[in-house]
């Protein structure tokens, strides 16, 4: 285009600025000296993308809009002419095209929300339109998925068209296809498809790419990752075969997985990369297991390519070779022989001759390849005649698949050759149906470009060349696992070392990395190719068609990045900058001179490799990296030359550089269609283009370097034998993986820098910018196995063994290591290879610097390129001063002493500094002692003569000492167990120690030496390291620790807060520490060896000891829950023994002292039924004591050992009493009195056991008969007081209490240090449950808060400030976390476990009642002490003159203030303010023990009730002697009013029986005289409403009427209600009205049981 068309389109320079991106250059293919032409008609617009046909083409524009050019002969109006410049599709505007696609005749457009549309030629109904020959405008399609309800609209992504189909690839990466022909990969016969239908064989697999050739189809697919191994299917899913048979023999089981499918489906690609498929030696011999196995007259064509399939797919060939097209389907690609005779005829010379040559050529030429991991089994085009080796591998993947271990030689190769012969050759008996049908005629065989692909095919390989091994070699991540290749001479040596070679070169596979692959493109890819394969173009090794989509397996591990199809040819561009290429090779459009080949080889090398390709209908274009970086055209097909007007036509040799191409400016895209051939160009505005591909430029050199080094060197290096110990090579392995790694994101980034360049180029989408994270973290992972590598002298002991290996290679190594200096040393070059790509960084800065000088400062892309620019640099320079002290490291153990540096010597250890120079000494160290000191980075070491000393630096506190303080210049050391003083020889030498050691113990504490802060230049070091810190340590010469671990916070060199240790005897502690002490809460346990079961200890301790409140779990069963001191039972605590079921169940609950059962302790044996109450000494019952048994029988007196002796009193259910001496249990022995219940008695000496016989010398006495009966026996009445004072017992418990406030003894210590023992306790116990917040429930934790307020008294006294106190104790009672809420709960616990079960005994009820009078005065004793203000027991708190209403007194009618009191106001006992907290908890088996003492009464009591509740109401009130006044007229039933007449019942006097009857549903004595009153007060109501006047009660009117209420009332237990109020209600209530009130009640219970009924 010359400059006046120019000016045409562009007034001024800006416009020209704007538009030096995306220039479009065309010229005419067929010859290699062009000039290209600026495409007129663009106007300044850059373009993005363009695509030709064979005589068109699309350009799309950064708009989004869609021009085309050339001829259009569908547009209307341009079906003969063609259009001078571009026009633009409007039909397409406004919807933003994101890609367009060009086939031979017709066109598609994707858009930004995935819709396609198409237009152009659609005769075969690539167009996706029915019935209409062509389409004029854009039209767009529908794509629906039918497999989901509702039917979703799938989007799409890329689009793909050849010359009758295309291809559609969606946003989830599957393929859909329409079209004609079986290039569309669908399983139908019915043409033209029109409506998208997905190609479900690859239904599944993550497509990438997908290109169309005229008539063949490729796809681009990434590998299954190894780990995701499906589970196999059990039947084919096209066929619904079985995939898996078992055949029968007399001797063994065949079990064959070779299933055929008939579909032409080569099934084991459905399978994972790694499952190998492998016939058996069943099938082998022709008797296939799937029955008929559709052998349609194609046969001939497969058996001309055995050896290639063979060759190119051992395993999944067998399966997919074998009638790949349904029998009805032949396409005019397909070479078919007439009849069977000529085919057997063909079969017998073939096999006779090349086969059997090849064999023999190959037994004695082939190579041996000393385990060669390099050889992926043999499913990969090997050296020459790999038939062999196929074969081999057949044999012994057929040998593994049944079983056997194979260790056959040959043999076995020789011997299943014939049955792959017969597998191959002889057709099956049943032919299928309709086979041939329409075949050409066998002139076929004649043309000479096919037999050219069947030689080729056969013969090829023998040819190939030895380089072939090294361009076929295989990094692909999915090697097969099998046999290696040659099993020519199988010695089990040989397969010793070719496994080994194997496992130790597992490492080398680029290990998958899921974020990377996710991130940028993948390389662990795979080719897959259908359609027509007339030509070899779909790289099956065959000239077959595939009606369905097969990975062409010589391309696996390629690294294949992106395909190109053309006319009857494919190109694969491969990361490493390489191509290969197969199909037609007419014009030499493959770039190599081989004839037509059917497996891609690779092509002549263009420039320092390719990163783009294109191919043309018959010739291709490849965009090479050049020197300067600037991107050179090179292009390989037909060569037209004009000599004096003769055409004459040549082919290229090899890819021909288009010089004038390189003048245009930098290209980005090239594209070849048909006659044309198209590039966009970038002009390099203020070197942004240039830097950009030189980064990419670079990015791809480097890879391919990195590439060569993982091949040449690591595999080889890998695979020697001699490589010294493990751990050497399991470091080799190390470094090698991580270097794989970082190679493999190289190549991943190289790969998406190609693919940035053909895009829009903005800089803030560069991968490494956007992942900087990926390359930073590759670069220090790599960077810290190599040089821990380094530090071990891996490089030293590599050199020996690898000495021969390196010595070859040595040109190899100098041009990958870059060292051009002579007589280097081995180690250095490997040095140098393996610090190499540490380079690169700096590199990847200097170019993103460059970038950002083409931006504005203030743009942010400035800032962004600007800073990962210092992040690479800044990671450069910390990567380089690792390699600098990892070879101070090594310069240093070269000099150290050789024993200790195999203890010392580990890959992370690196060395800081050390004091050979005497620049450090111990202090108070001897005269000739040596001490050198070394630190490391994660410890010092103290080395003297022959012995070390580690000190590892995360436990290691250093201080400088001052001069004053010692006049020493020194540092001071603490460790857990040491602690020594290091004298320095100048200040400076201090300065410079206490700095480093300061320094390495932050980094070893912060772990993260490897992970600098990018981009804020290295982290700033501390000034010193904390003093608190967490650390792991074992302990060494500690007497108690000795061996044992400790994890958790440290102090000064102590452990102190939370930690772990565990010892080596399998002791462990859990818990807090404090200044090296267990203490605070914790849990222990220790192994018990004989019964292996644990001791389990939770609670608190106290320097290093148990104290205070735990659980202790023996490992024999036992369970100790209480208080500890010392490490022994000490204070109150509770002792189960045993299960039920076990020999001696049994319970003590009391106080212990040093570890023995000491004071007042309650003893339940449950084997024996007794339970005993009293003192104990030394584990021992001593003192006075009481003993119930469960039957009946009940002793108080003393004790000694264990045993009733001296004084007692035995009582017995029936009430006989024996009082006087006692030698043993239930032993009479001395001076005593008997008793009987009738109240005789006998006085005198008696001897022996109680119930069986007892001696008697003594006087009966018969008691006068007319006493008073009702006195009980005297003994009776003495009941309690040979017992323990109810004072004296559980002291451990108050006492416990008290010290938890802070007092020595009861009632002596300050008041404020309680409050704040309190608060203590209670914040303490809140921490510590909220690690476990299921302990605490919602109102628990509000209780908790509210106990936060001390009520607080100013002032006088008053009953608002009682009412405060009363309300502090209620909540501090509910929480056992208060002090108080503790010892209520402890108190509960001790008297439940006295008086219930055997202690359920009714003489116990007097002591049950003493013991709860007892706990008040001494609960009330704390209260007074937190609150002294609270009067004393008994005092009065005066009413405020608000609160004194008058109130109309229930019996005198005077009103007057409370008669009880002489003053006014409210009296204050330990009754009234603590009963109601405690009484509810104790109340069951208080009650219980009121029950039983009063069952006979109670009874004669009930029955009265029951009879005389028989009576009507007027019945009853008239026998009661109820003045008639006072009977009720009339009662309200269910709200209705009501006569009374003669047959009412259970209706007068209702509310009032309805009240007392809560009697029941109180606790407290104060409550129950609340329900009497109120009765009371009913009953006046009602008889009030009776009347209709004033009136005041007398007791004689009152009494009936109450006596009934009692009576409908009905309570069982009315006798247990009256003996408990009467026990415990206040004193001062007792001549009050409600102790009148009561006196009432009282007297009616005993007029019940004396009611005479007449």
Request: net charge negative; aromatic share 8%.
């Amino acid at each position: 285009m010359d400059s006046q068309e120019r000016s045409l389109f562009c007034s001024s320079e800006e416009a020209e600025g704007a538009k030096e991106r995306g220039l479009v250059y065309v010229w005419k293919a067929g010859s290699c000296s062009v000039t290209p032409e600026r495409l007129p008609g663009l106007s300044g617009k850059t373009v993005l993308q363009a695509a030709l046909g064979i005589h068109h083409g699309l350009l799309l524009t950064e708009g989004g809009e869609v021009y085309s050019f050339g001829r259009l002969p569908w547009r209307s109006g341009l079906e003969e002419s063609c259009p001078a410049g571009p026009v633009l599709e409007n039909t397409l505007l406004g919807r933003h095209v994101i890609t367009v696609a060009a086939g031979s005749f017709h066109n598609g457009a994707v858009t930004e929300s995935g819709v396609v549309y198409m237009w152009g030629n659609n005769s075969a109904g690539q167009c996706a339109v029915a019935d209409q020959p062509c389409v004029p405008e854009p039209q767009p399609i529908s794509i629906s998925d039918s497999e989901t309800s509702p039917l979703l609209t799938v989007r799409i992504l890329q689009l793909a068209c050849g010359e009758e189909h295309t291809l559609a690839l969606s946003l989830s990466r599957e393929i859909w296809a329409w079209g004609s022909g079986c290039q569309l990969g669908l399983i139908t016969t019915a043409f033209p498809v029109t409506k998208p239908q997905k190609v479900e064989h690859l239904a599944g697999r993550v497509v990438l790419q997908i290109a169309c050739g005229a008539y063949h189809s490729l796809a681009l697919v990434q590998c299954l990752p190894a780990q995701e191994m499906k589970p196999i299917p059990e039947r084919c899913n096209h066929c619904s075969q079985l995939l898996i048979t078992m055949t029968d023999k007399e001797d063994h089981v065949i079990i064959s997985d070779s299933h055929c499918c008939p579909l032409g489906v080569a099934l084991s690609d459905n399978q994972p990369e790694n499952h190998v498929f492998c016939p058996s030696l069943e099938t082998l011999k022709g008797k296939s297991v799937t029955g008929s196995q559709s052998e349609d007259c194609q046969k001939p064509v497969v058996e001309e390519h055995t050896l290639v399939a063979l060759e190119s797919d051992g395993a999944s060939m067998l399966s997919s070779n074998d009638g790949q097209e349904d029998s009805g389907i032949s396409s005019p690609g397909n070479i078919l022989f007439p009849d069977k005779k000529e085919v057997k005829e063909y079969l017998i010379s073939l096999s006779d001759h090349s086969l059997n040559e090849n064999l023999k050529q190959n037994i004695c030429t082939e190579p041996e390849q000393p385990s060669q991991e390099e050889q992926p089994s043999a499913c990969i085009p090997g050296p020459p005649g790999t038939s062999t080796s196929a074969l081999n591998s057949l044999v012994a993947s057929c040998a593994s698949a049944v079983g056997v271990r194979v260790t056959a030689t040959y043999e076995a190769g020789a011997l299943s050759l014939k049955k792959v012969m017969n597998f191959y050759g002889t057709p099956s008996s049943e032919p299928r149906s309709q086979s041939g049908g329409g075949s050409p005629g066998p002139e076929a065989l004649k043309d000479s470009r096919e037999e050219q692909v069947r030689l080729e095919s056969m013969q090829g390989k023998k040819s190939s060349s030895l380089v072939d091994i090294r361009e076929e070699e295989s990094e692909g991540g999915s090697r097969r696992l099998s046999l290696p290749g040659l099993l020519s001479q199988v010695s089990p040596r040989l397969l010793r070392k070719v496994g080994r070679a194997k496992m130790r070169t597992v490492a080398l596979t680029p290990t998958y990395s899921g974020e990377a692959d996710a991130l940028l493109p993948s390389l662990r890819t795979e080719v897959w190719s259908w359609g027509k394969g007339k030509e070899g173009q779909l790289g099956h090794g065959d000239v077959l068609p595939r009606l369905q989509p097969l990975c062409v397996k010589s391309l696996d591990g390629k690294e294949v990045i992106h395909l190109s199809a053309g006319g009857h040819h494919s190109l694969a561009l491969t990361a490493k900058s390489q191509v290969y290429s197969w199909g037609s090779n007419l014009c030499g459009q493959l770039g190599h001179l081989n004839s037509p080949t059917t497996v891609p080889r690779l092509t002549k090398m263009c420039g320092d490799g390719v990163w783009s390709t294109a191919a043309g209908l018959d010739y291709s274009l490849f965009l090479a990296d050049e020197e300067d970086f600037q991107p050179g055209l090179y292009y390989s097909g037909q060569e037209t030359t004009t000599e004096d007007n003769l055409y004459e036509n040549s082919c290229t040799k090899s890819p021909v550089l288009l010089l004038s191409c390189s003048k245009i400016g930098y290209i980005s895209n090239v594209i070849a269609g048909g006659h044309n051939c198209l590039v966009l160009v970038d002009k390099n505005v203020m070197g942004y283009i240039a830097s950009l591909h030189e980064l990419a430029s670079t990015e791809r050199r480097f890879y391919f370097r990195l590439s060569e080094i993982k091949s040449q060197v690591l595999r080889p290096l890998l695979g020697l034998d001699n490589l010294g110990n493990a751990n050497t090579i399991q470091m080799l392995q190390e470094m090698a993986s991580r270097f794989s790694r970082l190679c493999y994101l190289i190549g991943q980034h190289g790969a998406s820098l190609s693919s940035f360049l053909h895009g829009v180029k903005e800089a803030r989408s560069l991968a490494i910018l956007k992942h900087s994270s990926l390359f930073l973290d590759s670069y220090t992972e790599y960077c810290t196995s190599v040089t821990n590598f380094l530090v071990m002298g891996g490089f030293m002991l590599l050199a020996k063994p690898a000495v021969d290996f390196l010595s070859k290679n040595q040109e190899l190594l100098q041009k990958l290591s870059e060292k051009n200096e002579e007589n280097l040393q081995l180690v250095e070059v490997l040095n140098a290879l393996f610090f190499m790509p540490f380079g690169r960084l700096h590199n990847y800065a200097r170019t993103l610097l460059k970038l950002a000088t083409c931006f504005e400062v203030a743009s942010p892309e400035y800032q962004k390129l600007q800073d990962s620019s210092s992040c690479y640099e800044s990671l450069a320079v910390h990567l380089s001063r690792k390699r600098k002290e990892a070879e101070y490291t090594l310069g240093f153990w070269k000099t150290f002493p050789g024993k200790m540096t195999d203890s010392l010597r580990k890959p992370e250890r690196r060395l800081i500094c050390e004091s050979s120079n005497r620049g450090l000494s111990l202090q108070h160290a001897g005269r000739f002692s040596v001490n050198w000191f070394i630190l490391f980075n994660d410890a010092l070491v103290h080395a003297q003569f022959s012995t070390h000393h580690i000190f590892p630096l995360s436990t290691l506190w250093v201080e400088a000492l001052s001069e004053e303080a010692g006049s020493v210049s020194g540092l001071k050391i603490t460790t857990p167990e040491e602690q020594f003083v290091l004298v320095s020889s100048t200040p400076q030498e201090k300065t410079k120690w206490l700095r480093a050691i300061s320094q390495a113990v932050d980094q070893a504490l912060r772990g993260t030496s490897d992970l600098i802060l990018y981009g804020a230049g290295g982290n700033v070091p501390r000034q010193e390291p904390p003093i608190s810190r967490s650390a792991k340590y074992t302990f060494y010469k500690d007497p108690r620790f000795k061996d044992a671990v400790y994890d958790g916070r440290w102090l000064s060199g102590k452990p102190h807060g939370r930690g772990i240790l565990k010892w080596a005897d399998g002791r462990m502690y859990s818990g807090t520490f404090r200044t090296g002490l267990e203490d605070g809460y914790g849990e222990y346990r220790v192994p018990n060896k004989a019964l292996s079961k644990d001791d389990h200890y939770v609670g608190y301790w106290k320097e290093g000891k148990m104290c205070g409140h735990g659980v202790y779990s023996y490992a024999t069963g036992e369970v100790y829950e209480g208080c500890f001191q010392d490490n022994m039972r000490h204070g109150h605590g509770l002792l189960r023994s045993g299960k039920l079921t076990s020999s001696s169940p049994s319970m003590f609950i009391g106080q212990w002292t040093m570890d023995k059962k000491s004071g007042y302790g309650v003893f339940d044996d449950i084997t024996r039924g007794e339970k005993y109450m009293g003192m104990w000494q030394d584990d021992l019952c001593q003192g006075n004591g009481v003993v119930v048994t469960q039957f009946g029988l009940y002793y108080e007196g003393a004790f000694s050992t264990n045993k009733m002796m001296g004084t007692g009193i035995l009582l017995s259910e029936d009430d006989t009493v024996y009082e006087g001496e006692f030698s043993d249990n239930w032993t009479l022995s001395g001076k005593g009195t008997l008793t009987l219940p009738n109240g005789d008695y006998i006085e005198g000496l008696f001897s022996g056991e109680w119930g069986s016989g007892i001696k008697i010398t003594g006087t009966y006495f018969k008691p006068s008969l007319y006493e008073n009966e009702k006195d009980k026996p005297k003994a009776l009445r003495k009941l309690g007081i040979l017992a323990v004072p109810p004072d004296e017992k559980w002291k451990a418990v108050f006492e416990e209490c008290w010290n938890q406030l802070g007092c020595e003894s009861p009632g002596q210590g300050d008041r404020w240090k309680a409050w704040d023992n309190i608060a203590v306790a209670l914040t303490t116990n809140r921490r510590q449950h909220k690690d476990s917040p299921e302990l605490l429930s919602r109102s628990h934790t509000q209780t908790l808060e509210s106990l936060e307020f001390i009520p607080q008294h100013i002032g006088a006294f008053t009953l608002e400030k009682y009412e405060n106190i009363r309300k502090y104790l209620t909540k501090a009672c509910d929480t056992p976390l208060h002090p108080l809420g503790k010892l209520v709960e402890t108190l509960v616990a001790v008297y439940r476990m006295t008086y219930v079960g055997v202690g359920a005994n009714r003489r116990l009820l007097q002591e049950a009642v003493r013991e709860i009078k007892s706990y008040l005065r001494r609960i009330f004793q704390l209260v007074r002490f937190l609150f002294p203000d609270l009067p004393e027991e008994g005092s009065t708190i005066p009413f405020l003159a608000t609160e004194t209403k008058g109130r109309r007194s229930f019996c005198s009618g005077k009103s007057e203030s409370r008669s009880e009191s002489p003053e006014p106001g409210y009296v204050v006992t330990s009754f009234g303010l603590l009963l109601p907290v405690l009484l509810p908890r104790l109340y069951p088996p208080l009650f219980m023990l009121y029950a039983l003492d009063n069952e006979r009464e109670e009874d004669i009591y009930w029955e009265c009730v029951l009879r005389l509740n028989k009576q009507t109401d007027m019945a009853l009130l008239s026998f009661l002697g109820v003045q008639v006044k006072f009977w009720p007229g009339t009662v309200s039933i269910l709200g209705e009013s009501r006569k009374v007449s003669s047959n009412t019942k259970d209706a007068c006097f209702a509310s009032a029986v309805e009240c007392l009857q809560q009697i029941s549903t109180t606790f407290t004595p104060a409550d129950k005289l609340k329900v009497i009153q109120q009765t009371f007060e009913e009953i006046s109501q009602n008889v009030l409403e009776t009347l209709q006047e004033d009136f005041l009660w007398s007791m004689d009117d009152l009494f009936p009427v109450f006596l009934y209420v009692v009576l409908r009332a009905r309570i069982r237990n009315l006798g247990s209600e009256v003996h408990l109020i009467e026990d415990l209600m206040d004193p001062y209530l007792q001549h009050g009205e409600q102790g009148i009130m009561f006196t009432t009640l009282k007297a009616c219970y005993y007029q019940i049981q004396h009611e005479k009924l007449t």
